[in-house]
């Protein structure tokens, strides 16, 4: 009788894991057939690969979780992340003489996150002054970015780095790219950060009823602004390392880079309407992107297929947390 009790309890256990966690199962099921069918999927070359090509827009959609969560949406990534890298190349190319190619570099990456935290806090300002939707604001927050980057850069490549610069985008610790120890790390601050801080408390109050936050003493502009500059900074974290990997500061880099990181945030069972996700849920998002990209390359699938099949999956995974959420609220 006791074991028929421990295996009905262990049944159930695993059936609530399995109902509470859809894209964690979507995602075990997902690598074990790309284990089957893809060549060369499940070798430790290719999964540091699928690990080296996440980080990049992993570091971004963690903070774009607490802006979604929040109740708000940044459409400027893509080219915050290209006018980053051509700011770092730019204060490269113009002070190594002076500064040395170490002073240079520091200075550079300093100015490129203080110009986009700068940029996040005028949309906030926006969004508080003028009612402007940050949708608005930001996406002119893209294109003033992107040509921004242009101007910096005259349409070409700036490519002033020195050998050493690199190892930030390319280079290996104990074996492992070394854009992964920041993607871990910055997952486990902005986890924490909205888990166990007032802040992060906050955020969720202000997404999810926006009213009774305010009634509560919260400031809320200040909230939704802090969340636009602490993403903006990652987003300047994320240009520097694709700098590194590139060796260049592009205008052309990261396009199109802001639908991949809302969909990563939005597979992992974050609102659009606010109120509601979790960091770890981006983080299995992300992968699942990573993962269903490594694996139609490796199997030889059109890029024009891909985008087909991506948005496919996507969609389907939304569905999915969608009908969960239904289901785990009745």
Known sequence: ?????????IGHSIFSWLKNRPMEVILIVLFLVL???????????????????ITMQGIIAFGMTMVIVSGEIDLSVGSGVAFSGCVVALVVQELDGVLGDVGAVLLGCL???ALLCGAAMVSGLLRQYTRVPTFITSLAMLTGLFGAANLLTRGF?????????????????????????????????????????????????????AEAAHLSGIR????KTLALVITAALTAVSGILVSAQTMAGNAAAAKGWELDVISAVIIGGTSLFGGRGQVWGTLIGVVFLGVIINGMTLMNISEYWQYVVRAILILGAVLLNSVVEKYRDR
């Open 35 to 53: 284990t089957a069918v893809a060549p060369n999927f499940f070798t430790l070359d290719n999964q540091l690969n699928v690990l080296r090509n």
């Open 157 to 209: 490549p700036l490519t002033p780095f020195p050998d050493w610069y690199g190892f930030m985008g390319s280079g290996y610790i104990f074996g492992v790219p070394f854009p992964v120890y920041v993607f871990v790390a910055i997952f486990v601050a902005i986890h924490l950060l909205m888990k166990h801080t007032t802040f992060g408390r906050a955020v969720y109050a202000v997404g999810g009823n």
């Open 111 to 113: 100015l490129a996150i």
């Open 220 to 223: 809320i502009w200040r909230v």
């Open 1 to 9: 009788m006791i074991a028929i009790e421990r295996e009905s309890t």
